[in-house]
């Protein structure tokens, strides 16, 4: 079955990770983060060391070790989350990235440019802390 959109792995791991982190009293890691969202640990450890990179979380070696978050949950929003996994997200005009459209207009009449900042205005609305 077709889907109309959907997020990739990654970035789902990292937003429901990061509400994980969020709600958290501790430290945690990235065991605790597998088992939650059901994913592969070694998954998880490659996200979240982009996400330490990009600032958003500290991490802690050891037994006791894990993440913890580098700014306040009201201060990191999802789109930040989704670019620092996915890469700066694009809304192109073209369904089919064309340049020149054989046709007068455009056939889906520009609603994936409309999805497309729907989605880039949901991500930046959404805060950590609104999910905590």
Do not use: W
Not at 22 to 42: F, G, M, W, Y
Not at 57 to 77: A, D, H, M
Not at 85 to 91: N, T
Request: proline residues 2%; aromatic residues 6%; positive net charge.
């Amino acid at each position: 079955m077709g889907k109309i959109t959907t997020l990739t792995e990654a970035s789902s791991i990292a937003l429901h990770g990061m509400i994980i982190i969020a709600r958290s009293k501790k430290l945690v890691n990235v065991q605790e983060i597998a088992e939650l969202t059901i994913t592969s640990r070694h998954h998880v450890a490659k996200i979240f060391q982009r996400l330490v990179k990009a600032g958003y979380l500290t991490s802690q070696r050891g037994p006791t070790g894990g993440f913890v978050l580098r700014k306040k949950p009201e201060e990191i929003n999802f789109l930040e989350l989704y670019e620092a996994i996915e890469g700066k997200l694009e809304i192109n005009d073209c369904p089919l990235d064309k340049s020149i459209c054989n046709f007068d207009r455009c056939i889906m009449n520009n609603i994936t440019v409309k999805m497309g900042h729907d989605f880039r205005n949901y991500l930046e609305s959404q805060t950590l802390d609104m999910y905590i």
